[in-house]
C-alpha cells in the first residue's frame, strides 16, 4: 500500500520504519524537503535528526505535503497537533477526498511549558476539527494514547492492553483495524469507541498520559480496559 506520513518528528520517523518493514511504499511529507534532509541536530530521546535518520532509510521518499498525498491511499498525521491543519491545507481538496486520514495527533498546548494543556478539549476535538475541514475525507482517530514504540509494538508491555479508534466511516476503521494487526495488535484489544465525537475522550487522557509518564519515569505503558462482572 501506498502510505504518506506527515511529520519528520521521532513519530513519523518510528511509525514510517514499520511501515517499510511491512512492505508498504512510504512517503514522508514534510513543509520544506531541503529543510528537512539539512537538519542533523539529534532529537527526542537521543533520536537522530531528521536529514540523518533519512540517509539510513533510503527506501522511505521524502516530499512536500501536496506530493505525498497525492500518490497515497492512506495519510498518517503524525506532525504536532498544531501543526496538522495547517500541514493539510497545503494540499490540493482533491488529493484528500475519499481517503483514510489516520490522525495520531494530540492537541497539546505547550506555550506555558511542561505540563501541557490542550488546544481543544470537552466540546470538540482535533479528530472532529480535521474531519469537519476536511468532509470528503474519512478521519479515524488512533493510535494517539501512547508512546510511539507502543504504537508499532505492542508486545513491549506484558498482557492485555488497548488501542482506541474514533470514525464516522465504519469501512475507513476496518482497514485501520487491519493496519494495527499488522503492528501486532490483537482484535480483542482493539476498541472501537464510535463515531469521531468519540475522539474528545481518547485526547483527554492526554494530561493523564503525561503525568503518568512523569511519575514512571518511562513512556513504555498503556491503558488497559477490564470488564468486571455484572450481577
Not at 505535503?65 to 498544531?82: E, Q
Not at 492537541?107 to 480535521?130: A, C, H, K, R, Y
Request: hydrophobic share 40%.
Amino acid at each position: 500500500m501506498n502510505i504518506a506520513v506527515f511529520g519528520t518528528g521521532m513519530v513519523g520517523q518510528i511509525i514510517s520504519e514499520k511501515l517499510l518493514e511491512l512492505g508498504h511504499q512510504i512517503t514522508i511529507g514534510t513543509r520544506n524537503v531541503q529543510d528537512a534532509i539539512n537538519r542533523s541536530e539529534p532529537g527526542r530521546l537521543a533520536r537522530p535528526g531528521f536529514g540523518t535518520w533519512h540517509q539510513a532509510h533510503p527506501a522511505i521518499k521524502i516530499d512536500t505535503y501536496a506530493r505525498a498525498a497525492a500518490s497515497a491511499s492512506i495519510i498518517i498525521l503524525a506532525t504536532s497537533g498544531d501543526g496538522v491543519l495547517p500541514a493539510l491545507k497545503q494540499v490540493e481538496p482533491q488529493n484528500l477526498s475519499g481517503k483514510i486520514l489516520l490522525d495520531i495527533t494530540n492537541p497539546l498546548d505547550l506555550s506555558q511549558g511542561m505540563p501541557p494543556s490542550l488546544f481543544v478539549s470537552n466540546t470538540d476535538s482535533l479528530g472532529e476539527q480535521i474531519q469537519r475541514t476536511y468532509p470528503e475525507s474519512k478521519v479515524v482517530k488512533s493510535l494517539n494514547t501512547m508512546a510511539a514504540f507502543v504504537m508499532i509494538n505492542p508486545s513491549l508491555i506484558p498482557g492485555d492492553h488497548n488501542v482506541f479508534t474514533s470514525g464516522n466511516d465504519p469501512n475507513a476503521k476496518s482497514t485501520i483495524k487491519d493496519l494495527l494487526t499488522s503492528f501486532g495488535w490483537q482484535n480483542h484489544n482493539i476498541i472501537d469507541l464510535g463515531d469521531i465525537t468519540t475522539a474528545r475522550g481518547t485526547e483527554q487522557l492526554i494530561p493523564l498520559w503525561v503525568r503518568l509518564w512523569g511519575t514512571l519515569k518511562t513512556p513504555i505503558f498503556n491503558f488497559n480496559i477490564v470488564l468486571g462482572k455484572t450481577e
